[in-house]
Antibody, heavy 115, light 107 residues
């Protein structure tokens, strides 16, 4: 059973860049799409985007100008960068494997944007 | 962007009762709809995909119907572990979106 684990700073200052990594274990990162989803009190669940093992990406248009995703197949990891963050980016961030539906999720990591 | 509207926001029921949750899409999502259950402090868990197919390990008391714009999740007889928040999600068109959730609470 594949397992996903998010990691990264829990506190980011306004205008800085949020950086998270998802480590995949129990299976290969190859030949799947890998997603980032966030959940905030204000906006509920929001799909941020996805990356394929080849590196191709799809982003939510609402965040596209600020999002960059990358993947490292040698480490079985993929990453999210969200720049110019504000308090509205405070949320629990999840990574999830795309099997057409979101079957496997990480446990989530809370990121707070505050000075 | 397709907006998914869930109703009611909160459903107060007793164990053993039947729960009926609604998800309405702002435009047709065909059968590209899923339902997730989320308990406090946990990630969402896939219950139903393709509008009516139970995911592996999901009890038969969970069922779903609908296509196009109107969908219903039914829990035939609530067990104590079913009290949670339920979300619908569409995968018909970019960006994929979620409903705002229905909380099923103990009456």
């Amino acid at each position: 059973q594949v397992q996903l684990q998010e990691s990264g700073p829990g506190l980011v200052k306004p205008s800085e860049t949020l950086s998270l990594t998802c480590t995949v274990s129990g299976g290969s990162i190859s030949s799947y799409y890998w997603n980032w989803i966030r959940q905030s009190a204000g906006k509920g669940l929001e799909w941020i985007g996805r990356i394929y093992s080849s590196g191709s990406t799809n982003y939510n248009p609402s965040l596209k100008s600020r999002v960059t995703m990358s993947i490292d197949t040698s480490k079985n990891q993929f990453s999210l960068k969200l720049n110019s963050v504000t308090a509205a980016d405070t949320a629990v961030y999840y990574c999830a494997r795309d099997e057409f539906w979101f079957l496997n999720w990480g446990q989530g990591t809370l990121v707070t944007v505050s000075s | 962007e397709i907006v998914l509207t869930q109703s009611p926001a909160t459903l107060s029921l007793s164990p053993g009762e039947r729960a009926t949750l609604s998800c309405r899409a702002s435009q047709s999502v065909y059968s590209y709809l899923a339902w997730y259950q989320q308990k406090l402090g946990q990630a969402p868990r896939l219950l139903i995909y393709g509008a009516s197919n139970r995911a592996t390990g999901i009890p038969a008391r969970f069922s779903s119907s609908g296509s196009g714009t109107d969908f219903t999740l039914t829990i035939s007889s609530l067990e104590p572990e079913d009290f949670a928040v339920y979300y619908c999600q569409q995968r018909s068109s970019w960006p994929w979106t979620f409903g705002q959730g229905t909380k099923v609470e103990i009456k």
